[in-house]
């Protein structure tokens, strides 16, 4: 069964960087056609699509995020890796990473972490 | 930029059913758009319910259903239960590896 799991900071200050990593645990994330996801939900409000990186490590990213968003992976440690710079307190927020089967068509997300809080203050 | 649209908030009778929509503020939606439906409770991490329009995600009952109705995607949820009470988002593939999602449904079952 594949688990995600989300970690880094809880707190981030402004301007600084935001980084988080997803841990992949039952299958390998270097193999498979799978789009590894970042989604976020900032408190009381809706879901945002962040962007994606592909087995290959092909990435796309929202257009309203691309000036600061990049995702990686680390294939030896089997996870994903979200950075967005220059934050401020609008990135507030549940960040989720989660795994697409593109088998089956954009968006077929089949695997989701649990979430983590990051909250953007000085 | 093109808004992908949602009903704020729907109500449905327990046993009843209920059609959702997922539309684009510009232009007809199709089975290009591979919609996706999720179920948000509380707290809790969405849960994956269709994908590629009409295709039920692993251990999701068959009284959710996805299709494309007129020029929107659309969740139907068939003999409504209290559970089904949740925050529905649909999300949208734009094209050139850029999805968005919609601003979500509050469904209430009443």
């Known amino acids: 069964q594949v688990q995600l799991q989300e970690s880094g900071p809880g707190l981030v200050k402004p301007p600084q960087t935001l980084s988080l990593t997803c841990t992949v645990s039952?299958?390998?994330?270097?193999?498979?056609?799978?789009?590894w996801s970042w989604i976020r939900q900032p408190a009381g409000k809706g879901l945002e699509w962040i962007g994606r990186i592909y087995t290959s490590g092909s990435t796309n990213y929202n257009p309203s995020l691309k000036s600061r968003v990049s995702i990686s992976l680390d294939t030896s440690k089997n996870q994903f890796s979200l950075k967005l710079d220059s934050v401020t307190a609008a990135d507030t927020a549940v960040y989720y990473c989660?795994?697409?089967?593109?088998?089956?068509?954009?968006?077929?997300?089949?695997?989701w972490g649990r979430g983590t809080l990051v909250s953007v203050s000085s | 930029q093109t808004v992908v649209t949602q009903e704020p908030s729907f109500s449905v009778s327990p046993g009843g059913t209920v059609t959702l929509t997922c539309g684009l503020s510009s232009g007809s939606v199709s089975t290009s758009h591979y919609a996706s439906w999720y179920q948000q409770t509380p707290g809790q991490a969405p849960r994956t319910l269709i994908y590629s329009t009409n295709s039920r995600s692993s251990g999701v009952p068959d009284r959710f259903s996805g299709s494309i109705l007129g020029n929107k995607a659309a969740l139907t949820i068939t003999g409504a239960q209290a559970d089904d009470e949740s925050d529905y988002y649909c999300i949208l593939y734009m094209g050139s590896g850029i999805s968005v999602f919609g601003g979500g449904t509050k469904l209430t079952v009443l």
């Open positions: 989660a795994r697409s089967n593109n088998d089956y068509g954009a968006n077929a997300h089949d695997y």
């Open positions: 039952g299958g390998s994330i270097s193999s498979g056609p799978y789009y």
